[in-house]
């Protein structure tokens, strides 16, 4: 998965934000990152820190741009530009105090065409990485919601297994309009993962065998979803064993398009997708990467607080690989 993503960033640099330029895990990743010539890794904070961190770990430099919001050249321009991108809701006072913070001095620069995007939230949670995106970059044009979705990854005699879930980290209870926006963000990042998709919206009720208000919404919304005439195969509600196995497809819903042979679900809440696919991770033995973020103009990635290097990384070749 990674190797095809290497070679087409090669082809195609990037320069990327990470808001925790101090940070060891950010550091490792950086230095591999630009030793390998994969992308320009821009590091926010203290030049001095920086460098004196990187030498802590032995991590070298080179090829890494440094950024300290507090000395930036260009911040009245862009304190300038936040009060009209925030106008009425955030005056000049409230619009430089919130450049000092990593998170949206970074926004600022991707939306300011610095960078290509921006990965931060190794040390702050998924809401700050989000607000900023949000309020600064904003989602695309058609679009009214950000979403995530996760890929689950793991290696089998005849090749990769993968899939694609959604949304698991964003959404408490997305009404139905929301799971048709987030069923089609996702089906777009599964294509960034040679993944072409299948779309399964879940529930406990295949094809009108049980009711209820969430079986009513997750159907409302394959129905919205079909008269879009999307260029995938989609269909629901299902349960997730009539999705996923054939032999209960045969069973439950025959004649479905995707019964039996989905590869990217659609979770009807955010306690279905967070446990999901926590299961598939534990139990499976997949290797879970995300939460991707979906639908914003840029893409913005949040990091879990608990992440390796390695998954910086990885999320690092995964944002710079979005909005193609």
């Avoid at 899939?163 to 990042?189: F, G, H, Q, R, W």
């Avoid at 306690?271 to 534990?282: D, L, M, P, T, V």
């Avoid at 949040?302 to 290097?309: E, F, I, K, Q, V």
Wanted: charge should be negative.
């Amino acid at each position: 998965m990674f190797d095809h993503m290497i070679a087409t960033l090669k082809a195609h640099p990037k320069k990327l934000i990470f808001t925790e330029g101090t940070d060891p895990r950010i550091l490792e990743a950086a230095s591999r990152l630009a030793a390998q010539h994969i992308l320009t890794p821009i590091l926010l904070g203290d030049p001095a820190a920086i460098d004196d961190a990187a030498g802590c770990g032995g991590w070298s430099m080179d090829g890494i741009v440094k950024i300290d919001p507090a000395t930036y050249a260009g911040k009245e321009a862009m304190v300038e530009q936040l009060v009209q991108l925030r106008k009425g809701k955030m005056d000049e006072e409230a619009c430089r105090a919130a450049l000092n913070k990593a998170n949206y001095f970074g926004t600022m620069l991707v939306k300011m065409g610095q960078a290509h995007g921006l990965l931060g939230g190794a040390t702050y949670s998924t809401a700050d990485t989000v607000r900023p995106a949000l309020q600064i970059i904003k989602t695309k044009p058609g679009n009214k919601v950000v979403s995530s979705s996760f890929i689950l990854q793991r290696d089998t005699p005849q090749g990769p297994e993968r899939y694609v879930m959604a949304d698991c980290a964003i959404n408490i209870d997305p009404s139905d309009d929301d799971l048709v926006e987030i069923a089609v963000e996702t089906a777009k990042t599964a294509r960034i993962f040679s993944v072409e998709p299948r779309v399964a919206l879940l529930s406990y009720s295949t094809l009108g065998s049980g009711k209820g208000e969430m079986v009513d919404k997750v159907r409302s919304a394959v129905e919205k979803l079909k008269a879009r005439q999307p260029d995938f195969p989609v269909d629901g509600e299902l349960q997730f064993d009539a999705a996923f196995s054939p032999a209960v497809a045969q069973t439950k819903a025959k004649d479905s398009p995707v019964a039996g042979r989905a590869n990217t679900f659609i979770f009807p809440d955010i306690n279905a997708g967070n446990i999901g696919y926590k299961i598939a991770q534990r139990l499976g033995g997949f290797e879970a990467f995300g939460p991707i973020l979906q639908g914003l103009n840029a893409p913005i990635n949040d990091l879990s607080r608990g992440c390796n290097a390695d998954e910086v990384y990885k999320m690092a070749l995964i944002t710079a690989a979005q909005g193609e």
